[in-house]
């Protein structure tokens, strides 16, 4: 306590040599930083930037590609200088009430549309650190307009400069930042060796598949040398396809259930964040519902994936780990039975490419289209030996996943605790 009897501000975890320190306070970001407004008057800086939710501040060519903002008309851009931080209104899962983020990668500019700001001191990225937590977000949605856009904050120039920032003496400051840069380095290690895991499974289906036009892969296992070609034909003589459902509102919302109800959201999700194993979902039905729907349920170790929309071209595969079902815009594949191993249909599908299948100005396929594309297939038994060397690698990359994934967590957790709450402050 101080002085007046009220709760002194301190984070709920602190370094011990800062413990008999003074408490934090908040201040206005305006007061801490100022807003940079300088625009590329002459046009003469052309590299334009972008600030992603997920990346950061980033090359605009890299994030989409090419180029979105005309060349010739740069000349209202803010300038971006290295170590300035970029606020985007724009809204996401991953950034609520829009990113704020450190420029890391060099001079740039950014539309107008950006708030750019800079502390003194570039150096430190405490701040960096900070605005990756969720502690202002409240502020921000207070401070922000009712009548905003619903992709879009809407907060003035004043509001978001009178954002409260927590405030200690420098060096405590640093150690923080110190500690959470650590931690952050950590992770891009072992981002790099999931992506060496990725990059190993790519190239060794490649050569564990026969390539396009050819019959024999160029790495085969010692005890099937011998045994021939592999067999072309239509993926209906391989898998069933199978089909979704509609799902009505009215069933929707529930968060157990015997049954998990597969949207392509879930599909995605399970390809981002679990290495393709799909077992759970947003949605959940039971048997009453099955009958309602006349549904059958896809069984455990379906291949399911987007059958319509631009989902469909990300060519993204989810292996089925629990009987689910899965909703109209999605399908299924399923070995048949003493013809193909479930493992390497999964494996199959993700050789196939269903840009090349599909067409109208919205991307589909159906059962048909899907039925009759020609496959290179082995004998059961390989199948089964390529399912069985690859599905461990997989176990890898997932393994490697989870342990990121763990990190994240107790980096989050972390910030959690080593950040004063806004609403702790005294009144």
Not at 112 to 123: A, E, M, N, W
Not at 236 to 242: D, T
Not at 320 to 327: G, P, R, S, T
Not at 338 to 361: E, K, M, T
């Amino acid at each position: 306590m101080d002085k007046q009897g009220k709760k002194a501000l301190v984070p709920r975890l602190r370094f011990p040599e800062f413990c008999e320190d003074r408490p934090w306070s908040f201040q206005p970001l305006g007061k801490l930083a100022r807003r940079s407004t300088k625009k590329n008057a002459d046009g003469d800086i052309t590299r334009v930037l972008t600030n992603s939710a997920e990346y950061g501040v980033i090359d605009q060519r890299d994030f989409f590609d090419k180029d979105i903002a005309n060349q010739g008309n740069l000349e209202g851009y803010y300038i971006v200088e290295m170590g300035d931080y970029v606020y985007n209104p724009r809204v996401s899962v991953r950034a609520p009430v829009g990113p704020i983020s450190k420029n890391r990668i060099g001079l740039g500019v950014m539309s107008p549309l950006y708030t750019v700001f800079r502390f003194g001191d570039k150096q430190n990225d405490f701040y960096a650190h900070y605005f990756k937590s969720t502690h202002w977000h409240h502020y921000m949605r207070q401070a922000s307009s009712t009548g905003a856009r619903h992709d879009r904050m809407s907060i003035t120039n004043d509001d978001f400069m009178a954002l409260p920032l927590p405030v200690s003496k420098p060096e405590e400051q640093q150690k923080i930042a110190d500690c959470l840069t650590s931690l952050d380095e950590v992770i891009a290690a072992e981002n790099q060796k999931l992506d060496t895991l990725k990059t190993y499974k790519k190239g060794l289906m490649q050569q564990l598949f026969p390539r396009e036009g050819e019959t024999v892969p160029r790495l085969r296992f010692p005890e099937f040398r011998e045994t021939g070609e592999w067999c072309e034909k239509p993926l209906s003589k391989v898998c069933n396809v199978l089909q979704g459902y509609g799902f009505p509102e009215v069933l929707q919302g529930k968060s157990e259930g015997k049954y998990p109800f597969c949207k392509v959201s879930d599909i995605s999700r399970a390809v981002a964040e679990k290495g393709g194993v799909l077992d759970e979902a947003t949605n959940y039905v039971g048997d009453d519902e099955l009958l309602k729907l006349k549904a059958k349920p896809v069984p455990k170790g379906a291949t399911v994936f987007a059958k319509i929309g631009e989902a469909l071209r990300l060519n993204r595969r989810a292996y089925v780990q629990k009987a689910c079902l899965i909703d109209n815009n999605a399908t299924g594949l399923k070995a048949i039975d003493g013809i193909a191993d479930d493992y390497f249909v999964y494996l199959l599908s993700q050789l196939i490419d269903l840009n090349r299948h599909c067409g109208g100005a919205v991307p589909s396929v159906n059962k048909t289209t899907l039925e009759e594309i020609e496959v290179v297939v082995p004998g059961l038994d390989e199948q089964k030996r390529i399912a069985e060397n690859l599905s461990s690698l997989d176990d890898l990359i997932t393994t490697q996943s989870q342990k990121i994934d763990a990190l994240k967590n107790h980096k989050k957790g972390l910030m959690q605790q080593l950040f004063p709450v806004l609403d702790e402050v005294p009144a």
